[in-house]
DNA sequence: ATAAACTTTCAATAATTATTGAAAGTTTAA
DNA sequence: TTAAACTTTCAATAATTATTGAAAGTTTAT
């Protein structure tokens, strides 16, 4: 496998991957250009190396933007913007984890909690309801916890250790 | 909020969280309502519930059976089936963790782990992508152990005492 | 062996989501 | 102030994914 091969296919199974993480094939595939990029690269550069629009490519690099994940790059005497990724995957990490968070847990988890908190009328079917919407809120709220606290450490000797210790 | 407003909420919630978990809104919500009934539903219970049809619903539960989430019940003297889903919360985030990891996660590690084995040729881009999706596959096969170590773990008070630790 | 009760399959269709491309908008240089 | 260089917006269209429903398949009771 040679160097342009090797980027096919890491940009697509990128692409393939961002279901996984909640955003679309365009917007991943973008970010994963950028991020084994060497340079900025202009909104010229991402259409023509991945045969998109510059109508897609504008829309998908603003929500990168929104995430947090991808900045503009001014260069001097340049009348072109360029963008960069996030290229530490520990930070990238933490910002995904966070915005997935945000996004979609959040909303979830209040529901949930509404939902388990309606009046207990004695019925089997309701004490059922709250019982298991409970255990679910409870989690939900724990994992989503835990994955904040596990990507916001900032070392990654934390990572190893914490994982050591559950081995 | 009554039971039945609840009861809704809850089912069309957890079907449109079907996409976090990787799965379609049909077959979240089929999951959701087994895990909220007191007894064994039958494949017309569910239709008429979810408002499905029988194809949609026949698929789906099908689906669920091969997650490992739902089970069939055969109920004595009966002669339609009945179908349960895996109630302990601990146990069904046990199963969708292995489930997503064998199918989603494992595979692009696999990706990673290639691409990052490529000849260094010397150039700065070969160099940068080697560098990059080692990075990445690093991080992707440190976070699914753990979620993996954290979700096998049974007895709740683990999960616990680590979030505790971690904090 | 037959038929009633039930489930599965799958081609057709509907619903949803992503993408295009050209017009409108913005910024910069002269 | 004008026009070139660039970006954004958004209605139309394409691609993908989910759903239906009826025919085919299976099981069970008699």
Redesign the pocket.
Known sequence: MNYNEAKIKFVSTWGSLGSLWGI???MAQIQALLFISTKPL???DIMEDL??????T?????QLMDWGIVTKEIIPG????YFTTEKDVQELARIIAKERSRREIQPVIKVLKEVSSIKDDGTEKTKELIKQTKALHDLTETADDMINKIVNQKQNWVTKSLLKLIK
């Not at 340049?78 to 913007?81: A, D, P």
């Open positions: 679309n094939k365009a202009s909104m010229e045969k998109i629009s510059r109508g897609n504008s829309m998908n690099l603003r340049e009348r072109k913007e």
